[in-house]
């Protein structure tokens, strides 16, 4: 079943913060984050495992809450860089990875 | 190590034509996956090898569509009698077992367009 994310474009000021949500149904074994350009493959950014601990990839930081099923992204001082799709993407357990249907964030100088 | 390659880049064909599709994943990856995407849509779940295994289809692939990974290495996708709506990014991805878990590596995707 897809994950749900919130919410569905972000508009921001370089320098900026934000924050994206994604949540789930059914009790999660991972949570993967992942951010897409236009026109380009969707690239990997981390990954948070139930019971683990909150992950970080450069100004990017993510955390896991295992009881309510929902992991959050957060985007601290944002740059021209950060623009794109973010997608969450969550497995049960199977390696049958859904994936949200995706926050567009546009940063502008 | 040159990613995960996808073969033709792009592919338009007239309803109801048979396409095939390849996928060359990083080669330690064992796993590989199949998804499909839409505009503004994320990644839709197809299928998942493990080496040369059929793990898991999609229950919303009919069975106009058809994967499978020879002897572990690449894998290919073939649709039969194409129908408008599938006309979508069709994008692999690998990824890696061992003491992981690992993200997946996704590939450019083939861009197909049912005329």
């Known amino acids: 079943q897809q994950p749900v994310q919130s919410p569905q474009a972000v508009i921001l000021r370089e320098g900026e913060d934000a924050v994206i949500n994604c949540s789930s149904s059914?009790?999660?074994?991972?949570v993967h984050w992942y951010r897409q350009k236009h026109g380009e493959a969707p690239v990997f950014l981390m990954i948070?495992?139930?019971?683990?601990e909150q992950m970080r990839h450069e100004k990017i930081s993510a955390s896991f809450n295992e009881k309510k099923q929902q992991s959050s992204l957060y985007l601290t001082a944002s740059q021209l860089s950060y623009s794109g799709t973010y997608f969450c993407?969550?497995?049960?357990?199977?390696?049958?990875?859904?994936f949200g249907a995706g926050t567009r964030l546009t940063v502008k100088p | 190590d040159t990613g995960v390659s996808q073969n033709p880049r792009h592919k338009i064909t007239k309803r109801g034509q048979n396409v095939t599709f390849r996928c060359d994943p990083i080669?330690?990856?064992?796993?590989l996956y199949w998804y499909r995407q839409t505009l503004g849509q994320g990644p839709e779940f197809l299928t998942y090898?493990?080496?040369?295994?059929?793990?898991?289809k999609s229950r919303l692939l009919s069975d106009r569509f058809s994967a499978e990974r020879p002897k572990g290495s690449f894998s290919t996708l073939e649709i039969q009698r194409t129908e408008q709506g599938d006309s979508a990014m069709y994008l692999c991805?690998?990824?890696?077992?061992?003491?992981?878990?690992?993200?997946?590596?996704f590939g450019s995707g083939t861009r197909l367009t049912v005329v």
């Open positions: 991805a690998s990824s890696s077992t061992g003491q992981g878990p690992y993200g997946y590596t």
């Open positions: 993407g969550t497995e049960t357990g199977s390696y049958d990875m859904r």
């Open positions: 090898f493990q080496n040369e295994a059929q793990l898991e």
């Open positions: 948070l495992l139930k019971g683990g």
């Open positions: 059914k009790a999660l074994y991972s």
């Open positions: 080669s330690e990856h064992n796993r």
